[in-house]
C-alpha cells in the first residue's frame, strides 16, 4: 500500500496512537435480562457481544457429559455486514469454528470446571470486524456475570511488530498490512498465558519484546474491565441493600 | 401550542440518586480476599499459593472462621425444604427430569407423586406405564425440595394436595437470589389472584379459584375461560413483579402489593411488551417511600 506507513518517523501510528496504546474499550455487563450472563465490549471499531447460558443439564447426547469436569462449548459468529464484503455464512465456516475452538481452549483454563461435574457451559459471541481479543473480553465479562467461578479475569489483546517497534492493539488497517500478529491470552494476577497464538513470520530475536508489549497491554484492558465489574457489583450491592 | 419534549441524556445510576453506599467488601476473580491462612475457605473462593483468593464477583461473608464469597447472580441451588416451580424435560423409566433454574435437572421420583384422590399404595407396573398420563413434557408443577444429592441434584416430591400439575397462569422467570425465603410461599392476593414464589426464581400467577375444598393435587386441568378482569389483574401483576426485578429489588408478597397499588393509576396497554424501564424507576421510588412508612412491614420475619 504505498503512501500509508505503520509507523511515522515520529512514532505514530495511522490512527494518531503511539505504539503501546490501547484503543477506545467501552463494556457493559447484564445487556440481556433472559441469558445467565451477558456482556457488550467496543474496543475502537470493534464491537463484541457475549452472552453466557450455564451451568445447565447437558442438552442433545448424554454420552458427552464428563463425570468431573464440566464441559465449556464456545460458538463464535459474526455479522454478515461487519466485513469489507458482505459474508453469506455467519457461522459454521471455517474461521467461526477456529475461533470457536480457541475460545474453548482459553476458558476451560480460566473457569474452575472441576466445580459442576456433568453440566455444560454454553458461550456465545459475536462480533463485528472482530478479533479474537474483543471476543475473549466481552466473554470474561459474560462469565463474571453469569457467577461462574473463574481462576481470574481473562484479558487478551494483540500485538504486531513494524520497523523494530512493538505495536500494541492492531487495528484492522495495521492487521490488513500483513505484518506479523500476536494474539495473548492472560489471567493478569498471576501471569499465566491461557493461549497465545501468531501468524505469519517472526524473527525470534524480536518475540520476546513483541510477547511483552502484548503482556503490558493485556494488563492495561485488565485494569479498565477491573474498573467496569466493580462498578456494576457495587451498583448491585447497593441496589440490593445491606 | 406547547410540547413537551424530552432529549436524550445518560441517566445517572440509580445508587446515586438514593445516596446511599455499601458497606460490604466487594471482590472480582484474582482478588486476594486474606493472606491468613487460619481460615476455612467457603464457596467462591479457592486456594492458591498460600492466599486466599476469589473466583466469583460478589460480595465477602464472613461466619466465625468460614469465608464465603457470595456471587451476585447464580443458579438455583437446592436446600431442603424449598418450594420450586418446573417444568417437566423428560420421562424417564421411574421419574421424571424437571427443569428447575439449578446446575442439573432435578429429579422428580414416581414413588414420589401424589397418586389422584391422594391414595397411599404401593406403585405398581401399570402406574409406570401411566405415568404419561399424569404428567408430559411441558408440563408445569410446584413442588417440595425432598433431598439434595452431592452433586447437586435435587430430589422434588409433591406429598401434600396442594401441590401437583399447574393449570391456567402466567409464569416469570427471575433470578433465584431476588426471592425472599418466607413461611408459606403461596399467597393469595387481595387483587383478585394467586401467586406462588418459587425459590428458584420461577413465579406462577394463576387466578384464585372459588372453589377451595376440592384440593386434588392438580389431576383436575381447570380450562374454564378466565375473565377478562382476571386476566387484567394477572397483566398487572406480571409487569409489577418485571419491574421489582430491573430495580433489583426482594420479592414477597408485600412487595408485590405495594407495586401493584402503586402502578393502579397507569392503564395496562397489553400483556405483551415490558413496561417502559421510566415505569419501572418511578414505581420502585413511589414503593421505596412506602416502605420508609412502614418499617415494621420491612423487618419481614425469615423463617
Redesign the interface.
Given at each position: 500500500m504505498a503512501g500509508l506507513e505503520l509507523l511515522s518517523d515520529q512514532g505514530y501510528r495511522v490512527d494518531g496512537r503511539r505504539a503501546g496504546e490501547l484503543r477506545k474499550i467501552q463494556a457493559r455487563m447484564g445487556v440481556f435480562?433472559?441469558a445467565?450472563?451477558s456482556a457488550y465490549i467496543e474496543q475502537g471499531n470493534t464491537k463484541a457481544l457475549a452472552v453466557v447460558y450455564?451451568?445447565?443439564?447437558i442438552r442433545g447426547s448424554r454420552a458427552r457429559a464428563l463425570p468431573d469436569r464440566a464441559l465449556v462449548n464456545c460458538q463464535y459468529s459474526s455479522a454478515t455486514f461487519s466485513t469489507g464484503e458482505r459474508k453469506r455464512r455467519p457461522h459454521g465456516d471455517r474461521k467461526s469454528c477456529e475461533m470457536g475452538l480457541q475460545l474453548r481452549q482459553t476458558f476451560e483454563a480460566a473457569i474452575?470446571t472441576q466445580l459442576?461435574?456433568?453440566?455444560q457451559i454454553d458461550i456465545y459471541v459475536q462480533a463485528d470486524g472482530g478479533t479474537y481479543a474483543a471476543c475473549v473480553n466481552a466473554a470474561t465479562l459474560a462469565v463474571?456475570?453469569?457467577?461462574?467461578?473463574?481462576?481470574?479475569?481473562v484479558c487478551a489483546c494483540s500485538a504486531g511488530f513494524v520497523d523494530g517497534t512493538a505495536l500494541a492493539d492492531l487495528s484492522h488497517v495495521e492487521e490488513a498490512a500483513g505484518g506479523p500478529q500476536l494474539a495473548l491470552a492472560l489471567?493478569?494476577?498471576?501471569g499465566q498465558i491461557a493461549l497465545l497464538e501468531m501468524d505469519a513470520r517472526l524473527h525470534e530475536d524480536h518475540l520476546e519484546r513483541v510477547l511483552e508489549a502484548a503482556a503490558q497491554a493485556a494488563r492495561d484492558v485488565h485494569t479498565l474491565l477491573?474498573r467496569v465489574?466493580?462498578q456494576?457489583?457495587?451498583?448491585?450491592?447497593?441496589?440490593?441493600g445491606? | 401550542m406547547a410540547m413537551e419534549m424530552r432529549l436524550p441524556v445518560a441517566r445517572k445510576?440509580?445508587?446515586e440518586r438514593?445516596g446511599?453506599?455499601?458497606?460490604?467488601h466487594?471482590v472480582?476473580?484474582?482478588?486476594t480476599i486474606t493472606t491468613d491462612t487460619g481460615f476455612m475457605r467457603g464457596h467462591?473462593t479457592?486456594m492458591?499459593?498460600e492466599k486466599l483468593?476469589a473466583?466469583?464477583?460478589?460480595?465477602v461473608e464472613r461466619v466465625n472462621k468460614l469465608i464465603c464469597v457470595k456471587?451476585?447472580?447464580?443458579?438455583y441451588i437446592g436446600e431442603v425444604g424449598d418450594i420450586v416451580v418446573g417444568r417437566i424435560?423428560e420421562v424417564q423409566q421411574k421419574r421424571w427430569?424437571v427443569?428447575t433454574n439449578s446446575?442439573?435437572?432435578s429429579v422428580l421420583l414416581l414413588s414420589s407423586m401424589n397418586l389422584p384422590g391422594g391414595e397411599l399404595r404401593r406403585r405398581s407396573a401399570e402406574d409406570e406405564l401411566a405415568m404419561r398420563g399424569f404428567l408430559q413434557e411441558g408440563d408445569l408443577i410446584s413442588a417440595e425440595v425432598q433431598a439434595v444429592f452431592s452433586?447437586?441434584a435435587v430430589s422434588l416430591h409433591t406429598r401434600s394436595l396442594k401441590y401437583g400439575k399447574l393449570g391456567q397462569g402466567v409464569l416469570v422467570?427471575v433470578s433465584p437470589s431476588l426471592v425472599k425465603r418466607q413461611k408459606t410461599h403461596f399467597h393469595d392476593l387481595p387483587c383478585g389472584a394467586s401467586v406462588i414464589l418459587g425459590n428458584n426464581g420461577f413465579i406462577w400467577i394463576y387466578p384464585t379459584p372459588e372453589h377451595k375444598e376440592e384440593e386434588a393435587g392438580g389431576f383436575i386441568a381447570n380450562l374454564e375461560p378466565v375473565s377478562l378482569a382476571d386476566r387484567e389483574v394477572i397483566s398487572r401483576l406480571r409487569n409489577c413483579i418485571i419491574s421489582l426485578?430491573?430495580?433489583?429489588?426482594?420479592l414477597y408478597d408485600t412487595s408485590i402489593l405495594y407495586c401493584y397499588e402503586a402502578s393502579l393509576p397507569h392503564q395496562v396497554l397489553s400483556p405483551g411488551p415490558l413496561p417502559s424501564s421510566l415505569i419501572c424507576e418511578l414505581l420502585c421510588c413511589l414503593f421505596r417511600d412506602n416502605m420508609h412508612i412502614s418499617p415494621i412491614l420491612s423487618q419481614h420475619p425469615s423463617v
Open positions: 435480562a433472559q445467565d450472563g450455564g451451568p445447565h443439564e474452575l459442576h461435574p456433568r453440566s463474571l456475570d453469569a457467577g461462574i467461578p473463574m481462576r481470574d479475569f489471567l493478569p494476577a498471576s477491573d465489574v466493580r456494576h457489583v457495587r451498583e448491585a450491592s447497593i441496589l440490593l445491606d | 445510576p440509580l445508587s438514593l446511599r453506599d455499601t458497606k460490604k466487594l472480582v476473580p484474582g482478588d467462591g479457592y492458591g499459593e483468593i473466583s466469583v464477583a460478589g460480595s456471587a451476585l447472580k447464580t443458579r424435560t427430569k427443569e446446575r442439573l435437572d452433586d447437586g422467570q426485578v430491573t430495580q433489583r429489588m426482594m
